[in-house]
């Protein structure tokens, strides 16, 4: 509770407003507020002078701030060497997955790792956005997701491991579904769902930016924080969606169209941290990337 806290109140101060603190945590403004002042009733002392336009530390703001920070970062790291005692990290790997994908293509590759290095691999599933944090805050070792998510960040090693092109998927009743290519173009005034920025920022970014490039804004009808929760409006005919093919064999009641004229690709990839001192780590990373050449 006091390290949730605490990383509420250097958001504030490094985003530079309760609103911009509140977007990144996926909080309300109201909610991150309260946390503040209990904070600073428990304190007993005022944090943030708040009769400027925005809120500015007071001195000993300043002074509780820089505490703050050397208590997380002492806290990560020791938690980060906890961890991997408990994990017996010489034989272990934690890895992050993201759903479908991964259960579908991963299984036969990662049988072959595990008994020809005699190493065991956990699994946890993730969003794009929690596949960065948990790898950043030293919970998995590896992490599989989107490249425009692993590149943003300097301290992760990442690995390409299949480039994908976007198709378009509908309903079975669709009058498109029986086609075996459409333009983007004919799509602008579809109607769509899409997934949430909280499966990852700059997927999302990226996600719009394509549609820009490809001249026109999306007609989005919903967001969605979860696959399961993107494919039912699509089974249902409420909407249509965009999304790689290879994310969606495993789903039924759901036509895939290919599409050109089209920015839209997916390039998925799996990260570590390049300071990692689990000698497994980056040969899993390596393997992966074989099998995926292998595969194509």
Not at 171 to 182: C, I, K, R
């Amino acid at each position: 509770m006091f390290k949730n806290t605490i990383n509420i109140f250097i958001e504030v101060v490094e985003q530079g407003s309760f609103s911009a603190a509140a977007k990144k945590l996926f909080m309300t403004q109201s909610a991150v507020s309260q946390q503040i002042n209990h904070l600073e009733k428990e304190l007993g002392y005022q944090l943030f002078n708040r009769k400027e336009y925005r809120p500015k530390l007071t001195e000993a703001g300043e002074l509780y701030y820089q505490l703050c920070r050397n208590i997380i970062q002492d806290y990560n790291k020791r938690e980060k060497q906890i961890r991997e005692i408990a994990m017996n990290n010489s034989s272990k790997i934690q890895l992050a997955i993201t759903g479908n994908f991964e259960q579908q293509y991963f299984p036969d590759m990662l049988k072959s790792f595990i008994s020809n290095n005699h190493v065991k691999v956990g699994t946890r599933q993730s969003t794009f956005q929690e596949g960065v944090e948990w790898l950043l805050d030293g919970k998995v070792d590896l992490a599989f997701g989107l490249m425009n998510e692993f590149i943003r960040y300097p301290e992760l090693e990442s690995y390409q491991v299949l480039a994908s092109h976007i198709c378009f998927v509908c309903s079975e009743d669709h009058p498109l579904s029986g086609y075996d290519t459409v333009s983007i173009r004919e799509l602008s005034d579809e109607p769509i769902v899409v997934l949430s920025p909280k499966m990852g920022k700059y997927y999302y970014e990226d996600f719009m930016e394509a549609f820009r490039k490809d001249g026109f804004l999306p007609n989005i009808v919903k967001e969605v924080d979860n696959m399961g929760d993107f494919i039912l409006p699509i089974r249902l005919g409420e909407a249509s969606g965009f999304s790689a093919r290879e994310v969606l064999e495993s789903y039924s009641g759901i036509a895939m169209i290919n599409l050109k004229d089209t920015s839209h690709q997916a390039l998925y990839g799996i990260a570590h941290q390049k300071d990692t001192s689990n000698r497994f780590v980056p040969l899993f990373a390596e393997e992966l990337v074989k099998y995926f050449q292998e595969y194509k």
